[in-house]
């Protein structure tokens, strides 16, 4: 079966520091991988997503990035992070178009911005 | 632009009552929509749906495609606490990536 997992769970990070969030798939080759954020109390946006190593396209403007160095790795990265950054980070997976679009979440990063 | 709608915001209600959760969609080449339950974490699965009037039941939980009117509901009977989460639905668009766009969500809370 397939497993995703999500590092740190938790984060506490001064404003202008590097930010650096790892996500990794088990049990699947060649998913299609994608990065939300969902502020409190709020629906879940779509910051990036990716359809194979290397290939990564942006949903919305901002100072963060994402790297697919990995077949099953999705990492979302800032080189400053801003007080806005702050929220719920979660990681989700897909097998591709059909009956396997449905996407799977990590367990989801909490980063607070001070 | 694909947009999703859920209504309501939040509900609060009490043991052993019956909810009923709204999702409306505007999808370009709809092919399904999907229902998450959101607790402390993650969105977890609950239902794909894909056709019209067939619906999906899970337990006290079942849920119903009206792909004329472009709607969706999401019932629960004899709720209990533990039905308490955010109610999450979202419909995947064409492009490569099969982005899912989600709807604001239902905050539900079950009192005892």
């Known amino acids: 079966s397939q497993t995703i997992h999500q590092w740190p769970a938790t984060l506490v990070q001064p404003v202008g520091s590097p930010l650096s969030l790892e996500c990794t798939v088990e049990?699947?080759?060649?998913?299609?991988l994608y990065w939300y954020r969902q502020a409190a109390g709020r629906g879940l946006q779509l910051l990036f997503y990716?359809?194979?190593?290397?290939?990564i396209s942006s949903e919305v403007p901002q100072n963060l990035s994402a790297s697919r160095p990995q077949d099953r790795q999705f990492i979302l990265s800032s080189k400053k992070l801003l007080l806005s950054d702050s929220g719920f980070y979660l990681c989700?997976?897909?097998?591709?178009?059909?009956?396997?679009?449905?996407?799977?979440f990590g367990p989801g990063t909490r980063l607070l911005v001070l | 632009e694909d947009k999703v709608v859920q209504s309501p915001l939040s509900l609060v209600v009490h043991e052993g009552d019956t909810v009923t959760l709204n999702c409306s969609y505007e999808v370009t080449n709809f092919r399904s929509l999907l229902w998450y339950k959101q607790e402390k974490k993650a969105p977890t699965f609950l239902f794909m749906l894909?056709?019209?009037?067939i619906e999906k039941k899970s337990g006290r939980l079942s849920s119903i495609l009206d792909k004329k009117e472009l709607f969706s509901i999401l019932n629960i009977t004899a709720t209990q606490t533990g039905d308490s989460a955010i109610y999450l639905c979202a419909a995947p668009n064409n492009n490569a990536g099969n982005m899912l766009t989600f709807g604001g969500g239902t905050r539900l809370m079950v009192k005892p």
């Open positions: 894909t056709s019209s009037g």
């Open positions: 990716s359809v194979g190593i290397g290939q």
């Open positions: 049990g699947t080759s060649n998913p299609n």
């Open positions: 989700a997976w897909s097998k591709g178009w059909g009956i396997q679009e449905t996407q799977y």
